[in-house]
């Protein structure tokens, strides 16, 4: 499994920004994708998330900003991210979580991408 993010840059307070997660191996498997922030010095935040189903979900901090999407078929999670602030400013990094069925029971693999800067100057 493989995770690629991309489409982080820099951008202007108030701008928006398009960022992809292209996943490949089996998705039969995916429970859910995330997407996760992490600025210098501070910890990894859970952003958005979007599950096998559909559901979205998102952190209180950017509900109404960003929007989580997927195209199936390019087997593709997105993060549209409008109204930027100098706040959002970050690495992005994609998160896959999958659930297996086994003889022993389920079992949960997670997988991680490289991430990509987002940087908003104010």
């Known amino acids: 499994v493989q995770l690629v993010e991309s489409g982080g840059d820099l951008v202007q307070s108030g701008g928006s920004l398009r960022l992809s997660c292209a996943t490949s191996?089996?998705?039969?498997?995916?429970?859910?994708i995330e997407w996760f922030r992490q600025a210098p010095g501070k910890e990894r935040d859970l952003v958005a998330s979007?599950?096998?189903?559909?559901?979205?979900s998102y952190a209180h901090s950017v509900q109404g900003r960003f929007t989580i999407s997927r195209d199936i078929l390019q087997n593709t999670v997105f993060l549209q991210m409008n109204s930027l602030k100098p706040e959002d400013t970050a690495m992005y990094y994609c998160?896959?979580?999958?659930?297996?069925?086994?003889?022993?029971?389920?079992?949960?693999?997670?997988?991680w991408g490289q991430g990509t800067q987002v940087t908003v100057a104010s």
């Open positions: 998160h896959r979580k999958d659930r297996v069925a086994t003889i022993e029971g389920v079992r949960e693999f997670d997988y």
């Open positions: 191996g089996s998705i039969s498997s995916i429970d859910a």
């Open positions: 979007i599950t096998s189903s559909g559901s979205a």
